[in-house]
């Protein structure tokens, strides 16, 4: 039941998600779990058996979204495996979510509030005149490159992890490769990855799950209690 919570949670999430820019779903799959019971004070070769439960497995799917044009020269979409690298409070991150501005400062920020890095690694920052993002990232200002966008690629997406909705960091700590060669397309922002039919019918089926083994649980409950109450009443 609580497998079958978590993944309904996981559903639920991806639903409310379904118009974040960038977002990408998360899947889950339930593993069975040995754990041993060593510590429970039992004599070591009972503490070698074995109990099995059910755990729930947040995976993310990483596969494109639809691309839809926004007209506007400060949104772009990333083809294939790239992010966008960000500055946060926490470090550099990385994000799909490509609707960008500039602030006061004429510096570029995600919709987050983010600045967002250039391969010199810092953030870029322009100046007034008219912008513009080639298909290889280069950020023009009045037809003169000023930057372009650090786009990567993570190698290895097992050490990738979620952080909020859109952001992702790396839990080994390594730095992800830069990638010169990925498709950068101005105009045009990736949406979510979410099939809304698709989620419905897996909670919908989450649902019925959950409760068929809600009744199973209150139907061994109850004949457990009505077996005891009647081996108390004969032994009384």
């Known amino acids: 039941m609580k497998a079958h919570s978590d ?53 993310v799917d990483y596969s494109d979204g639809v691309i839809l044009p926004t007209g506007r020269n400060l949104d772009v979409a990333i083809r294939g495996d790239g992010f966008l690298t960000v500055q946060t409070p926490n470090g550099e991150r990385y994000t799909r979510n490509g609707h960008m501005h500039l602030d006061s400062n004429s510096m570029l920020r995600t919709a987050d509030g983010n600045p967002v890095l250039g391969v010199s690694g810092r953030p870029i920052t322009l100046g007034p005149g008219e912008v513009f993002i080639s298909d290889n990232g280069g950020v023009y200002l009045n037809g003169e490159e000023m930057d372009r966008l650090r786009v990567v690629v993570f190698q290895d997406r097992s050490q990738a992890e979620k952080e909020g909705e859109t952001l992702f960091f790396s839990k080994d700590g390594g730095m992800p490769t830069v990638r ?24 919908i089926a989450i649902m019925r799950q959950f409760e068929s083994i809600q009744r199973s649980v209150a139907h061994e409950m109850n004949d457990m209690n009505s077996k005891v109450i009647e081996r108390l009443g004969r032994s009384g």
């Open 7 to 59: 993944a309904l949670e996981i559903t639920a999430n991806n639903l409310a998600n379904i118009n974040t820019v960038g977002f990408k779903k998360d899947r889950s799959f339930t593993s069975m779990l040995r754990e041993t019971i060593s510590d429970s004070g039992f004599p070591s070769g009972i503490g070698q058996t074995v109990n099995q439960s059910v755990r729930t497995e947040r995976i």
């Open 180 to 203: 010169t060669d990925m498709v950068v397309r101005s105009g045009y922002l990736e949406q979510s990855n979410i099939n809304a039919v698709q989620s419905m019918v897996e909670m």
